[in-house]
C-alpha cells in the first residue's frame, strides 16, 4: 500500500475508530429464554449420552 492510500485509508476509519465502544476482552453470554433452550440443553444431554453409550459398548 502506498503512503497516500494508506493516509486515505487511516482518514476514512478515523470516524469509526472514534465512535467504536472499548470492550474489556469478556464475551457477552446470550440470553436463553422460553421451552426451547431448555428443551435444547436436554436434547443435548440425551445426545452426549447416547454417545457415551455408544463409546462403552
Do not use: P
Not at 474489556?24 to 453409550?53: L, P
Request: glycine fraction near 6%.
Amino acid at each position: 500500500m502506498s503512503s497516500e492510500n494508506a493516509v486515505k485509508l487511516r482518514d476514512s476509519l478515523a470516524s469509526f475508530l472514534v465512535n467504536a465502544r472499548k470492550t474489556d476482552g469478556r464475551k457477552r453470554a446470550v440470553a436463553k429464554t422460553g421451552t426451547s433452550a431448555a428443551a435444547a440443553t436436554t436434547a443435548g444431554r440425551e445426545r452426549s449420552q447416547a454417545i457415551r453409550d455408544r463409546a462403552r459398548k
